[in-house]
């Protein structure tokens, strides 16, 4: 992406980076381990896995950014001992001296972790690999809109840059998609909670919940395929 990023320390004390050409951040400012726990982590996977403790969960990831949500992904997988096929797309990957630099080995280290966040982003793009017992992970260099599947996910982490950065990702086709893409029964999660998207993905045929959203956010939104 033809922009500089500024690493910039959020309210937990983790870090993010800042878009300024696009005056948008990676993460909240609010926290950006605390805002990818809530959204993704709790009000997404761990949500889905209530009523599936029982099977894998297959998880498509919009998109990687700095790893943050797909390292805790991974994290949660070892900590519950399920299993996770984690798929993320990423149009504009970071380096991985931009990745480094956000130091979020320093915010796990009082954990036991079966791999550091280092190896973590260090890992090969356009492939599927078994990172520990518990997580398969792929990353693909790709746009959202030329993404194709012959498989089907459970649980999509839709976490493009805001409709003022990226106002194309937000369009009800791109919500029409995310439903195709889902088992019945699985789970769309985002922080947005943008009108226009509930709608979008309502016209999809989702059920669509407004819900209390993470700190400095008063509400995300969370969707159902029937």
Not at 51 to 64: A, K, T, V
Not at 78 to 92: F, G, K, R, V
Not at 115 to 123: A, H, Q
Not at 178 to 206: D, M, N, Q, T
Request: with cysteine.
């Amino acid at each position: 992406m033809p922009y500089h990023q500024q690493k910039i320390k959020t309210k937990d004390g983790s870090f993010t980076l800042r878009i300024e050409g696009l005056k948008e951040t990676y993460h909240s400012r609010h926290g950006a381990v605390t805002e990818s726990k809530f959204v993704y982590i709790d009000t997404g996977f761990n949500f889905w896995k209530q009523n599936n403790s029982d099977r894998p969960c297959r998880i498509l990831e919009l998109g990687y950014g700095t790893g943050l949500v797909a390292y805790m992904s991974f994290l949660e997988a070892s900590n519950c001992q399920q299993q996770i096929d984690y798929t993320s797309l990423e149009a504009y990957p970071l380096t991985q001296t931009q990745l480094q630099e956000l130091n979020y080995d320093s915010f796990f280290e009082e954990n036991s972790v079966p791999l550091s966040f280092r190896d973590f982003s260090d890992v090969d793009w356009e492939q599927r690999l078994l990172l520990s017992d518990y997580f398969k992970l792929t990353k693909n260099k790709i746009h959202f809109e030329d993404y194709q599947s012959s498989q089907l996910f459970d649980v999509i982490y839709y976490d493009a840059f805001g409709a003022h950065a990226q106002p194309e990702l937000w369009e009800s086709q791109w919500m029409k998609k995310c439903f195709e893409l889902l088992h019945p029964g699985g789970i769309w999660v985002s922080y947005c909670a943008k009108g226009s998207v509930r709608r979008g993905l309502a016209a999809a045929g989702f059920e669509v919940f407004r819900l209390a959203g993470p700190p400095g956010k008063r509400e995300m939104l969370r969707a159902l395929k029937p």
